[in-house]
């Protein structure tokens, strides 16, 4: 089934010059970018996109690191989008991510791991709708 899910392209990710990299890891697995946009992402935006770890102690520690410098948010379209973003990523922690995903091949460790890519189809609606609106997300032309 055709999806779209949200991917942040952490500030690791721009700091190391992989953003090229992980774009076209993800436009090799099939998907195509909907929307794109290089924020610097403040408190608030993060609080919120964290939401679900508010409680967790390494909370402050996402909020921290997300807000320290420019990110990349995009939308990419695909079949089965989220799951492919979530295979492509490899696991959180880069240690025991499979050779072959990004965070596997490039990340450095699990607080500095390149990448978000939304967990779920509901997820996903929500993560894209804190980041773009509905101007910003584009249909691609048919025949693509």
């Known amino acids: 089934m055709k999806q779209r899910t949200l991917v942040l392209l952490k500030p690791d990710a ?16 099939g998907l195509k970018i909907i929307a794109m ?8 935006l993060a609080e919120r996109h964290y939401a679900v770890h508010r409680d967790k102690p ?10 320290s410098s420019p990110i990349i ?6 079949e089965d989008a989220v799951e492919v973003v979530r295979r ?5 922690d880069p240690a025991i ?3 072959g995903t990004i965070r596997g091949d490039l990340a450095q460790d699990i607080e ?3 990448i978000h890519g939304s ?5 996903a609606k929500r993560e894209i709708a804190l980041f773009f609106s509905n101007a910003e997300n584009f249909k691609l032309p048919r025949g693509d």
Request: proline fraction near 2%; aromatic fraction near 10%; charged fraction near 25%.
């Open 58 to 67: 390494f909370f402050a520690g996402l909020v921290n690191f997300i807000t």
């Open 37 to 44: 946009k290089m924020i610097w992402m403040d408190e608030a």
């Open 14 to 29: 721009l700091e190391r010059g992989l953003v090229g990299e992980i774009i076209s890891r993800l436009e090799g697995w």
């Open 97 to 99: 991510a499979r050779p």
């Open 88 to 92: 492509a990523m490899g696991e959180t």
């Open 112 to 114: 500095r791991n390149l």
């Open 119 to 123: 967990d779920s189809v509901e997820t």
């Open 73 to 78: 948010a995009a939308v990419f379209e695909g």
